[in-house]
């Protein structure tokens, strides 16, 4: 197992900006997570937690495989559903490239 290896003993801490600035990076490199945390000097685990923490929070332009033109996406908190007399529930999700999610209940 490979480590980063700390300047003078001390690892360095990083704030949030700084973490952005280190995924959009990764974005654009082209590396796997291994060679890209060697190349910066960074231990796998605090990237992968540092990118699950912040992963949402990524610009579009800076993930990896979204394109250009992607618009940004994110949580729609869409209250509590009040379900009629009827009981029945229809909800229709387009996810782009042609993908529909079709849940119905009732």
């Known amino acids: ?3 980063a290896t700390a300047t003078n003993n001390k690892w360095r801490r990083r704030s ?3 973490w952005q600035a280190v995924f959009a990076r990764f974005a654009v490199s082209g590396l796997g997570i291994e ?3 060697i190349g910066e000097g960074l231990s796998e685990s605090s990237f992968r ?3 699950s923490l912040l992963g949402s929070q ?3 332009a800076a993930r990896p495989g979204s394109g250009a033109t ?3 996406t994110g949580f729609v908190d869409a209250g509590t559903l009040k379900l009629g007399g009827t009981g ?3 909800l229709r999700l387009d996810l782009g490239d042609g993908v529909i999610l079709h849940l119905s209940r009732g």
Request: net charge positive; glycine share 0%; charged share 45%.
């Open 49 to 51: 937690r540092w990118r």
């Open 58 to 60: 990524t610009p579009p």
């Open 1 to 3: 197992m490979i480590r």
């Open 70 to 72: 992607s618009e940004p």
């Open 35 to 37: 060679p890209f945390c």
């Open 16 to 18: 949030r900006e700084e």
């Open 88 to 90: 029945r529930l229809e």
